[in-house]
């Protein structure tokens, strides 16, 4: 047994250490479409924050690289650890510590599922909101790529949603950030600083959530568009209705084909209209009242007509859920009918007509295709890229995030850098940006520890 | 004309330079009650960006220290300069750029008051929410202190509403961070960490804020409560209920009777329920129709009776307005009582029954008293205190500001720090989070020139 492999096994218990050929496959990996599995040297199940923070103190006193890992969820390859490294996983700290109706927070452990933590409070009448695609990710890795998700039009994303943690710094120290805080003006924003860092600036051991009252009245509206440009048109429209929406998403064409295909939703859109149409808004509506509900769909109903809707379909429950619920995994539909990769670029949304007609443009030009769906409030685009050859993937994928940044958006909206985009941000990113990122890495993380490949080093992209 | 006068005369030119006898008494404070004004040794009003990146590439290198300016209505001592120090007016930058409606937001430099932006958005049907007590506030220093004010119970605070920032680095570097997004999950929140960080991380020069439509319809609603904690009781209750009120303000009878007195309100109480109860809240709620409006009032009205309310008072369109500007005036009013500090402090709104009640029992033991009014949605309290000897106030105030701490909240929820509040912070603040934050700082600010008494050197308690 290796000095670390004693070190860290006395830390978190013989039981709860794998290291070489014990370590299962489903650790090495996320669920990154384009960078390889890695298997690490070790892999430690803490209990307990302290345990977290001894497993840092250790690591950074042996130049152990380290990655943390939620329920391994992740598209961009934040969770893939090094072959050297240590794989810390939450999935011993996944109690729900509190839920304080008088607050409106959940106070979790970080390996606290979505579905868990929806479970412990659905009898108090409150919700956390952010719903990323995938409700097994984890509470923890939601803060690491400040997730976003459907909801987020109406809820915003994790930043908005995580008031405080606790968190292990990669010295040893742990710290308390925020709290049951409404607001705090209180020396820098340490959790905004976490919340998004991929796991390389500090590790949350602890996360209060916000919680929203559940709305009990919901209707979904599912609208055909003869033409791309009028959805987007639309969407700026509809937020300023005053209707609310806690969805609006957009599906082309392309992608609601192969969703209906492989997900046998039954939509009640007539042929002839799916087949003269080029994209489809999803408006997604709830109130606390079955009255105003109605009174709200009808004037989705009529404004979407004003927009320009070929129709609208009030999709009743279990046809709604069905639909958003394909929406959801429209990622695994993509990559099943064969894309090489898939992206969450944001754009200001009325960047949104410009930014997709341009990248299906590029695509098309380096023998590709671009098709996807989005949250269309948001300005967030899925993008499948089917591209074959790597070389020129990577060529057009710094094609269309140049395009996007040049019309004021980003790289990612909600999944983050990743492995898989690190080298692309490096490339891309203002350097002055960068290195200021790095200066602040470096004031967290001074032995550099903290998921290495993620956000600065990562691999060049080899032009 | 000392060398450092000629340099910054040669980047604003002449006459936006003001040196020694020639700075007027306005540019050696803002509003803090506890902090002596001080003459800087230069004001530059700078006309762009790039001005401002000169100004702070000749500062650092020549180890100047620099105090930026809004428009000085901050109530921590931000705004003070030091003797020898450049003090950098925004005044001239005060233009709004853009009013995008598509993308509801608008840019703006960061000399624009809130007067001006509310104007520059009147015709759009969309407004920034951020509205701390003062509209003579300028953006840029909503940016500088976080702001919030009585509109955060909805629309959140500085933080939620600013989304993106052209900012100058202490070393002279521009950068640009966020930008018309709703969501990025791209590297480290640049932006978030320059809101709320007083002046001492790097300058804005540009802010991309968030806007929201304007709802035509409001609403106040004046409920006295006999006793102190059944107000508090009812603010988790009203919050919960879905009438989502865009202002839930506590104020307690001292404080409104000082209102009532110096601003000649007229709010329809009689003697015989003014006299018998401790506190009242003020509910504005707001809407998009008359009729939803009236239904949001009865349903209050009733909601606010079954809490304890002794009766519940609809105010007029001119009383109402008048009853939250003489809130909003509190300051003033307080001060012009002979309050000797105002605080900030902020805990979880639950635990302000036993915060304000423990909090009045120390300024009583120290033979001083403690009264206010306060962002009841949020947990954040301004409490006048009325306490002479400084050496007494000093004790009050950190054993105040360490009660807050010890229920879970934070010395400054939307004022800052300041020269006033760095003193408690330091002796109060876990020092792992005070020495992070300051290595945060090494990284923005090497030569240490921005705002250094304020987060971090600052006086000591001297105690």
Not at 329 to 344: M, R, S, Y
Request: net charge negative; with cysteine.
């Amino acid at each position: 047994m290796s000095d670390m492999t004693a070190r860290f096994s006395e830390i978190v218990g013989e039981h709860n250490l794998l290291t070489g050929d014990a370590i299962p496959e489903d650790y090495w990996h996320d669920e990154v479409l384009t960078k390889p599995p890695q298997r690490p040297a070790y892999v430690a199940k803490p209990a307990s924050a302290e345990e977290v923070s001894q497993l840092l103190k250790a690591a950074s006193d042996n130049s152990v690289p380290v990655t943390a890992r939620g329920s391994g969820t992740g598209l961009s390859g934040a969770a893939i650890p090094r072959a050297d490294g240590l794989l810390i996983s939450f999935e011993r700290m996944n109690a729900v510590l509190e839920v304080d109706t008088t607050n409106q927070v959940a106070v979790v452990q970080p390996g606290v599922t979505l579905t868990e933590l929806d479970a412990a409070t659905a009898d108090t009448g409150l919700r956390y909101m952010v719903h990323p695609g995938e409700l097994s990710s984890s509470v923890g890795g939601n803060v690491g790529t400040n997730a976003g998700g459907m909801n987020a039009v109406k809820y915003g994303i994790a930043r908005h949603n995580v008031l405080g943690l606790q968190a292990a710094l990669p010295t040893g120290e742990l710290m308390r950030t925020g709290g049951k805080l409404a607001k705090i003006s209180t020396g820098y924003d340490l959790t905004q600083l976490i919340v998004g860092s991929e796991g390389t600036l500090a590790l949350a051991t602890e996360v209060t959530v916000k919680l929203h009252p559940r709305l009990d009245h919901t209707a979904t509206v599912l609208a055909p568009f003869a033409d791309f440009d009028q959805v987007m048109a639309a969407v700026p429209k509809i937020l300023a209705s005053g209707l609310g929406p806690y969805i609006l998403e957009y599906v082309d064409n392309l992608t609601m084909a192969a969703l209906v295909h492989t997900q046998n939703l039954e939509l009640g859109v007539p042929d002839s209209i799916r087949d003269s149409c080029d994209a489809y808004l999803v408006v997604a509506l709830e109130s606390r009242t079955a009255d105003r509900l109605d009174e709200g769909v009808e004037k989705a109903g009529e404004l979407l007509a004003e927009l320009g809707a070929v129709d609208a379909y009030v999709l009743e429950g279990g046809s709604a859920r069905k639909l958003i619920e394909a929406r959801e995994k429209a990622f695994w539909t993509l990559k099943a009918v064969g894309a090489d990769d898939l992206i969450d670029t944001v754009v200001p949304r009325g960047a949104m007509p410009k930014f997709l007609s341009a990248a299906r443009g590029l695509a098309a030009a380096a023998g590709g295709a671009a098709a996807g769906c989005g949250h269309a409030g948001d300005g967030n685009v899925h993008l499948a890229i089917f591209c074959k050859d790597p070389d020129t993937r990577k060529k057009l994928l710094t094609d269309i995030f140049a395009l996007a940044m040049e019309l004021g958006g980003a790289i990612s909206g909600e999944h983050g850098l990743g492995r898989a985009k690190t080298p692309y941000f490096l490339e891309l990113e203002d350097p002055v940006k960068v290195d200021l990122m790095r200066r602040i890495k470096q004031s967290f993380d001074p032995a550099g520890i903290l998921n290495p490949d993620v956000v600065f080093a990562g691999e060049t992209l080899n032009r």
